[in-house]
């Protein structure tokens, strides 16, 4: 008998285990499919309620009205819908934002990638990404309470509530989802690209940005653009800062309020269920639903892109 051969009665033994190994692991694809689907039902939930809500609005009030008027009063008695004043609130908080975030993120992202030994990296990371578990709500009372009356003493005419001081803190907030997801794509660049580049002669300087920025281009912009639609999406950070004075415009000096404060507002418990008045946050949530679901489209469409050129 060779050391291949069965040996008697190993066949019986080996089909009983062969099939249980097989039902365990369908048990196991079965348990893992429905758990993917919880998030694709869950998501289609809450699209098809701000949907049927979003159609009880437009049935009270026109869509052209949504679209010009240049006030938003739904809770006064005056009532007008320009949605526009509180995207113009929503588009300057976050423009701030990213003013703030991107070169920061940037920086620190090629810093850990290129420059910092591997020791330091291994803490200077996780520090880094620890900011991003401190509450919305602490850097809200932080714009407020901190970075307001710092930037009042050089600002004349800086508000109590104003969107520049939610716009910093904001971008603060959101400079380790560019750093980290940044620093990323940069590391997974090829050492070989940046031997090839140093054969050139060229500096490390050149290289990074030559050879490597370019070949992380695609993972850098989707880290920019989740934390676009990070800033939109933010809540208290605007609610406590910017305040909650709907105003057409960008002057980031003045008290100006966001989408997100404003379903803040109607949500907290003052204005009737079922009224014209709290049907508009679904109005303001679908608004807002589409621009986060336009700049993830195009997230996608450029990683894509870019992924192919490079490939």
Do not use: C, H
């Amino acid at each position: 008998m060779t050391l291949d051969s069965p040996t008697p009665g190993s066949s019986s033994l080996w089909q009983p285990n062969r099939q249980l190994s097989k039902t365990m692991e369908n048990i196991v694809k079965v348990v893992f499919a429905a758990f993917a689907f919880v998030s694709v039902i869950t998501t289609i939930g809450i699209v098809l309620t701000l949907i049927f809500e979003t159609i009880e609005f437009f049935r009270a009030v026109p869509l052209w009205r949504f679209l010009t008027d240049r006030q938003w009063t739904p809770l006064f008695s005056n009532q007008q819908f320009g949605i526009f004043v509180l995207i113009s609130a929503t588009i300057m908080t976050s423009a701030i934002a990213i003013l703030v975030a991107v070169p920061l993120g940037l920086m620190a992202a090629i810093y850990l990638s290129e420059y910092a030994s591997p020791k330091l990296r291994k803490w200077l990371k996780p520090a880094l990404e620890v900011l991003a578990g401190v509450p919305s709500v602490v850097f809200g009372y932080f714009a407020l309470l901190t970075v307001t009356p710092f930037l009042q003493a050089f600002i004349p005419g800086l508000q109590g509530f104003n969107a520049l001081s939610a716009g910093i803190v904001l971008g603060i907030s959101i400079i380790p989802l560019v750093a980290s997801l940044s620093e990323d794509a940069i590391y997974s660049v090829p050492r070989s690209l940046r031997d090839g580049s140093y054969a050139l002669g060229t500096t490390k300087r050149e290289t990074i940005t030559s050879v490597v920025l370019p070949a992380a281009l695609s993972g850098i912009v989707a880290s920019v653009i989740l934390a676009v639609s990070r800033a939109i999406g933010e809540t208290m950070i605007v609610t406590l800062a910017a305040g909650q004075n709907p105003r057409l415009g960008f002057n980031p000096l003045v008290p100006v309020q966001a989408m997100t404060a404003y379903i803040v507002q109607v949500s907290l418990g003052d204005t009737p269920a079922g009224s014209l008045a709290y049907k508009t946050i679904f109005a303001v949530g679908m608004t807002l639903f589409l621009m986060t679901l336009v700049l993830n489209l195009f997230s996608f469409w450029f990683v894509n892109r870019f992924r192919e050129k490079y490939d």
